[in-house]
């Protein structure tokens, strides 16, 4: 394990040891005086909202928010929409509220390495004035009637994480020597008194009255506590906090599955719990308690949830949104920076790297070099050569190829946690299939879901969650928003699926994942089979009953297919495919094209005959069908399917993604009318491949001149002959 770093380190002696770190130091201090230049260093005296109100009713993007504006009564959307009205007023001042925290952090912190009395001097007027401020703020009369109700915010739950950012700025301060006067004091100590009071209420409420202690609110509650009790040096509170019920122990051995992931199934709230723990810890550590090392009672720890994220993450270090949670937006990027930065220097956890290079450059660091707070505060030796010679390289492609080889990952699958990822040494292409529990209510109706990775870019990601306040969220939920199988346009039950098989030989990677509480009388099994050269995804769906159905396999790719056998529907031809409606609170989606291949009957040395509706004897044919998406310049992944008797490929336009749903994506719609379904697609990174039906339970797939025959076994699953 490599040196503890604590806030209250010396910056200054930093910035004479790393050379990065004073450039960071000047940058940040260029920043301040570009927002007081600007006069955006006024603390409203407004409350905040509810920042995911914060959205475009059109474009369902995140409004614009700029931090050089004093003040807002008009707010942008990226497309030019100019929105205005109470809610997002209310959701502005969230922004505003949490950037002028930031604003007092980061002026202490530029104190701190750069010894320029001003910078001390502006973050302790922002803290005193808040403190001043904050017993003024009404408990929020607008805040919704399912929110424990904060002052200075809609949530409890935003007060605790902004509080938590003050605190540390005040700590900072009083760490490098500063002095309050007995009057700037007092109004601290009211600020904490309220704070405390509050905090304590709204843990009481969630531990005891509600019995749901494993909620994120409580590890937030249990951060904005231990700042406080660490600004009053009160080691008996911070120690009774750890040990009680909802305290940190407690709530690390229900909030994390001892898989060590979050245990809704979410990254975005396995980070934000995370990074409320790294709070605690460093407020423990001050009072001499040791909470790095801490294990829940099956083994949950801070390392574990590190290394579960380092397992996770892509190639490029992107990290899956799984269940809700964005894919990508500025202050997410900076929670990943500020923890990374820490599980490296904390535990040397390499895999770490990358998703750090990835939340930097999502901060607006093309090369992945450190930048912002969250680089002086927490990073820790020098920046690696391979980042520092970067600077002349543009794209993706190339930054990648540039970057020292991290050692090769195996697969993993998380038991508790519900997830598998495949990985097979050669093979550039990965997947991640989700079959675990539900979630709750950040969970979405997404089970054998497949996240379908190449090394270079993800093809066929999960794409999150919408701010909460948009009237698509709904969408991001539902099953046919995902990579998996519904039926009639409707989505699965929230249900738990299950692993039958995971296991890896020299030969391939495979797993079998299987779900018969999606839909009533359904059993939904996924086979993927990862060999050195392809992967195989083999999806079946049983109907008992006889009664048929329409079984709706999705793909939905982020960048569009290419395929000689694509069809553009014309006028006519739309009219034989309707809209497909997924629900009645969403728009229908529209079918934009289909795949035609050229039909071919089964292997006459391994003879199948089917009874059609007619009566008539018949051999059964298959068609082959092929795309290509390509990636980033120069690399793409091919695509081939079987079109099986009564199957149907259609293009399918959908909302974009939870970035910008506005800009539409093109869906895969594999469909078949009946009561089962065999879905059988094979990927390759380098070229296509020949995929053969040689009889209804048995395929060959050929590349390059091998082939390989699998067989298909109710029991056993898929079988290399």
């Excluded at 992107?318 to 990027?333: E, K, N, Q, T």
């Amino acid at each position: 394990m490599s040196r503890a770093v604590r806030l209250n380190e010396k910056l200054d002696s930093k910035v004479q040891r790393l050379e990065w770190v004073k450039g960071i130091a000047i940058s940040l201090k260029e920043e301040i005086d570009r927002l007081r230049d600007a006069g955006s260093l006024s603390i409203p005296l407004e409350p905040g909202g509810w920042w995911h109100q914060y959205v475009c009713p059109k474009h369902h993007t995140e409004l614009e928010f700029d931090p050089f504006v004093a003040d807002a009564a008009q707010f942008l959307c990226p497309h030019g929409c100019e929105v205005e009205g109470a809610e997002y007023r209310g959701a502005w001042l969230v922004f505003k509220h949490q950037l002028l925290a930031r604003v007092a952090l980061q002026s202490a912190a530029v104190y701190a390495a750069l010894r320029e009395a001003s910078y001390a001097e502006l973050s302790k007027r922002l803290i005193i004035e808040y403190a001043a401020q904050f017993p003024l703020y009404p408990v929020h009369p607008d805040a919704q009637s399912w929110m424990l109700r904060g002052r200075a915010f809609h949530q409890a739950l935003t007060e605790a994480i902004w509080s938590t950012t003050l605190i540390r700025a005040y700590l900072l301060l009083l760490d490098e020597g500063v002095v309050f006067s007995g009057e700037e004091q007092g109004k601290i100590d009211t600020f904490l008194t309220l704070l405390d009071t509050s905090m304590t209420e709204y843990r009481g409420i969630l531990v005891h009255e509600r019995k749901n202690a494993e909620n994120n609110y409580t590890a937030w509650l249990n951060a904005s506590l231990s700042c406080v009790y660490a600004a009053r040096r009160d080691r008996q509170s911070i120690g009774e906090l750890i040990v009680g019920e909802g305290g940190f122990r407690h709530h690390l051995s229900i909030g994390v599955k001892p898989d060590q992931l979050e245990f809704e199934g979410s990254t975005y709230y396995h980070i934000f719990v995370l990074r409320a723990y790294l709070i605690s810890a460093e407020m423990a550590e001050r009072c001499g308690i040791d909470l790095y090392a801490c294990e829940g009672t099956e083994g949950q720890s801070i390392q574990g949830m590190f290394v579960a994220l380092a397992e996770l993450a892509d190639d490029q270090g992107v990290l899956p949104a799984l269940h809700d949670g964005p894919m990508g937006r500025l202050p997410y990027a900076r929670e990943i920076a500020e923890i990374a930065e820490q599980g490296l220097a904390r535990y040397a956890i390499e895999g770490l790297a990358p998703i750090l290079r990835e939340a930097y450059r999502q901060m607006g660091s093309p090369d992945g070099l450190r930048i912002q707070l969250e680089a002086l505060l927490y990073g820790a030796g020098e920046v690696p050569a391979d980042i520092r010679n970067r600077s002349s390289v543009s794209s993706r492609a190339e930054r990648s190829a540039l970057v020292s080889p991290s050692p090769p990952r195996g697969s993993k699958l998380w038991p508790d946690s519900g997830f598998v990822v495949g990985r097979h040494a050669g093979n550039p292409l990965s997947f991640l299939v989700d079959f675990g529990e539900h979630g709750g209510a950040h969970g979405h109706y997404d089970k054998l879901h497949l996240t379908l990775i190449h090394e270079a870019r993800t093809l066929t990601p999960d794409f999150g969650v919408v701010p909460y306040g948009s009237s698509l969220r709904t969408w991001f939920s539902e099953t046919a928003s995902h990579n998996t199988v519904s039926l009639d346009g409707t989505s699965q039950a929230a249900h738990t699926g299950r692993c039958e098989r995971f296991e890896q030989s020299e030969a391939a990677t495979y797993a079998w994942l299987q779900s018969d509480a999606a839909y009533a009388e359904c059993r939904l099994d996924r086979h993927l089979l990862l060999t050195g050269d392809w992967l195989l995804d083999w999806f079946q769906v049983s109907l008992e009953g006889g009664v048929s159905r329409s079984i709706e396999w999705w793909m939905h790719p982020v960048v569009a297919a290419v395929s000689e056998q694509h069809q553009e529907l014309s006028a006519e031809k739309e009219e034989a495919y309707p809209p497909i409606s997924i629900q009645p609170a969403l728009p229908d989606l529209k079918v934009i094209g289909r795949f035609v291949g050229d039909e071919k009957q089964l292997n006459s040395d391994n003879p199948v005959f089917m009874e059609s509706s007619d009566g008539v004897i018949v051999r059964p044919s298959h068609a082959e069908i092929h795309a290509k998406y390509t990636l980033v310049e120069g690399t793409d992944v091919f695509h081939t399917a079987l079109a099986l008797p009564g199957d149907e490929l259609l293009a399918v336009q959908t909302p974009g993604d939870s970035v910008d749903p506005s800009v539409p994506l093109t869906a895969l719609l594999h469909r078949h009318i009946g009561n089962r379904a065999s879905f059988i697609h094979v990927y390759r990174a380098s070229s296509g491949v020949a995929l053969r039906l040689v009889s209804d339970n048995t395929i060959e797939v050929s590349a390059q001149g091998c082939s390989t025959t699998i067989r298909m076994s109710q029991d056993q699953g898929l079988q290399i002959v």
